[in-house]
């Protein structure tokens, strides 16, 4: 259980202190929600209404800002053969690295979300649930990601490929992500279905996007 | 307490499409090192990835008598690459005491885990223990080699991969990563160099690499396998 949390820790720590860590995903994350009402003009009844969607999407292209890194500075320096040949389960090190990668960005995305929301005009309701959903949809973000950055960790400029991979495959978070939080700002009831599906494909990364990017792990030693 | 002994049969390995080894056989047991010479690009490092696990072999076996049966050959062995494996933003006892926590000791034969170094203890010997709180990125090309040597010594493991162990040391870090590889041999482990530099160990055998001629890349279109089975048989026999 140790090297678990030895793991944890080293990965959470460099996340952090590498090139701003959380600070510079949260700004990354402001800039692409100020820069929409610039866009769509001062209409606050038509920001509130896709302020949503402006959140999950400027949510997404945080997230997808800091994976490209998340196994090439292993793969790079060497590491990444030495957690291969280690003994110790691929999939379990790349859940952990997705954990603490989440923690150190994808978190403070979350608890930023409150304050941005206030910069598309939405009311107090919405704020809870966009808030909510992204507390539960941020982390199979990070998950699809991670396969993407598996695949492409041996590329040397990777990081626009692995958007490009990722992106479709965000897809189904963002629309019951989006769903969840703007269905149920209307009407309650509509709320539990897409976020009980948002749940649903959480689960689903944390147990496909580990064995997938372990894989591609494995065979990048060649 | 029984004897370890890495066995490699018609071993063959592709990079990039071409063939790079072909045919590599060689046995070496505990208290033994192995030496790997050849010039150039004649397949040395390929040849201790293969066994490292991190490239798939193309044909032949890699065995290891003696060892833990669940575990492979890779988990009873360390990587010594051309790579250090270090996080510069880290100081050097966190590096250091990561790969410590996270890797798995193997037991050596008989399963007697042997009495394995503490961090400062390791650092003392390589006479780095004064850098300990430094981050790793201020140390040297050389110094970082050395912390990277340290981590073969927190962790117990039966079998040694060194890819070039001596390159970028000065002559005083060489005796001592030589002593370091010595004790290990005498302790009863298992060393497999390759290296084009006279390495000064005790129990040494040679495995000379030459490089893969256009004959046996023939081979790999149709008659490589065949030949493999042969060799099976011949041993069977």
New interface residues.
Partial sequence: M??M???FV?EY??AN??GGGALIGVLFFLAVVTIFPFGVGPDMILLSRIGAAILWIGALLSTLLGLDRLFQADR????L????????SLELVVLIKCAAHWAATGLPLVLATPVLSLFVGLDFQSIVLVTLTLLVGAPALTLVGAVGAGVTVSMRRGGVLLSILVIPLAIPILIFGVSAATAGAIDSNNFLVPFLFLCALTLFGLVVGPLAAAAALR?S?? | MNQLKLICQGVACDRGGRRVLNHVDFEVGSSEALIVQGPNGVGKSSLLRVIAGLVAKANGTIELEGGMPERSVAEHSHYFGHLDALKPLQSVLENLSFWRDFFEPAAFGGGKVRESMSELEALDTLGIAHTASLPAGYLSAGQRRRLSVARLLVVPRPIWLLDEPTSALDKASEEVLLGLIADHIHAGGLVVAATHLPLNLPNTKFLNLSPVTTESEHMFAGADLDDYFDEDEQDEG
């Fill in positions: 140790s090297w949390k030895s793991l080293r720590q460099l202190r590498v790079e320096d060497g590491s053969e030495l957690l291969v040949m280690s003994g110790r065979v030693g060649d």
